[in-house]
């Protein structure tokens, strides 16, 4: 017994040792820390050995490449078919299990290995294969109080009245004095847009989407109404509310960031915390929503649930970024993004999971979702006919 | 920000301990690397460490309720495929890879702490965004040029810059917790 415990002892050293080593590495120790290391290394010539040889740069190179090139997922597959799990049970954990329930795939950071195998991009922008669709791009087009519109990819510098003014295709607000109008920003399939509002909160603004806003905010609230997919980051002022009005639902915040899906064919509106506190007020009900939780409104039900955000929020950083998403939840990103029209010939039952940059032609997100060996794909025109 | 982590460990633990699969897929996607890399320096062979490993991991699983603490899962790991190592190299008949009879040895020792802390800085890595990570991993791990990392992520050589110092930034802002 007494020889177990002193193992257990040593082994807590030596994990402890393991964090300070890490943190060295990264330059990240306290102070404290930073005495606690020199004092292990200390204790013996064999520590002072073990830190000189970890904290070689080559050898953090060594180790976390062959760290890099485990296929943990494939091995994790094998050792589940020899395990015996309960089954799933409470709502909450819905979405973790329908994320590790088939994954097929992990293109986790795969994209780069495409890239390489491809000839030089130029080359593919000039003789697109007739068999492709290329991505969307940043365009939107603003449409003011009178009406008049203004194709934001075609005007890029021009003076609209003396509250905007569009700025190398950026729509600038100037809070100048006079009456607030209200002005809408749409965007087509294909597209996105990053808009800055007159308070200074970001939005991030989805293909096939929209919001609308007065140019200079007055008032005790600060409110805008939007449809499709949008991304906010409000700035801070406690004093005028923020408020995103969606389908018959208002969102509120302060000073945080937080992403809405109201695309129709979706399951449902979908609210999504990234980081501060937003209420969420409609249908006689009210819901507050902490960081890394999701309300779901399908017609009269609340759902409110635990979410990864990072797939959620990947739309904003270019990305595609899929866990345990079914083939029809992939597609219609794809049909939204690159307006393609997408035909099911087969019922496709697998779970996808990975990462691809956004900015790249259909071809190479449909090759790597190929690679599962699980689903296939034709390409004609922009049309996508998907079979197994 | 200390209590929350502290709830959030405990409710792993309860699932964990409940069977639950998601519990299992975190410790494993966790520590299966590392594990595997400690198991490869006694055996000194890949896929037998990876097999070893997967045992362990089930044997925990069937022992789960017997652990205390969410740390004792981590040495009981670390000390199962420690014993299944020297066990295979016993029925091989072989010294350890690592030329060692005894627990207190030093390349064990070495070994379990180098496994350790790629761990540790994995982790870290793993929680930057996908697009710092893409860079992280070209640029110090294989050692790829500004210029080349731009080509292959089709951006501007002056932003891998940029986003390389917002990778070293991030790494060296976030803390990991024990």
Known sequence: ?????????????DFRAAYLIGGFIRENLTEEEEEELEQWIQQSERHLQIFEDLTDEASVREYMHWYYQRDTEK????????????????????WKYAAVAGIALLLLLGIYYELVDQAPRGMVENHPPPRDIAPGYETATLTLADGQQIDLRKLKDTLINAQVRIENGTILYNNAGGEPEYHELSIPRKGFYQLVLPDGSRVWVNSESSIRYPSRFTGPERRVTVTGETYFEVAKDPRHPFIVSVNGVDIAAVGTAFNINAYPDEEGLRATLAEGKIKITGDQRQEYLEPGQQLLVQQNQWMLRTVDIAPVTAWTKQQFKFKGSTIEEVMRSVERWYDARVVFREKVNDHFTGTIDRNVPVSQLLKLLEATGRVHFRVEGNTITVSH | MKTARTTETEQYFISFQEGEEAAFDQLFREYFAPLTYF???LVADTKIAEDIVQDCFVLLWERRRRMRHIKAVKSY???????????????????????TDSSADPGIEKALIAA????ELYQVISKLSPALQQVVRLYYLEERSNKEIAALLNIEPDSVTRQRLRAVMALRKTKISL
């Open chain 2, 39 to 41: 198991a490869c320096r």
């Open chain 2, 116 to 119: 350790e802390t790629a761990r």
């Open chain 1, 75 to 94: 091995k994790l597959g094998e050792v589940k078919n020899r395990i015996h799990f309960k089954s799933a049970g409470r709502l909450f954990h819905f």
């Open chain 1, 1 to 13: 017994m007494n020889i177990l415990s002193s193992y257990q002892k040593e082994l807590e050293q």
């Open chain 2, 77 to 99: 790991l670390y000390k199962t495929v420690r014993n299944q190592s020297l066990k295979y190299l016993e029925r091989q008949k072989r010294q350890p890879g690592l030329q």
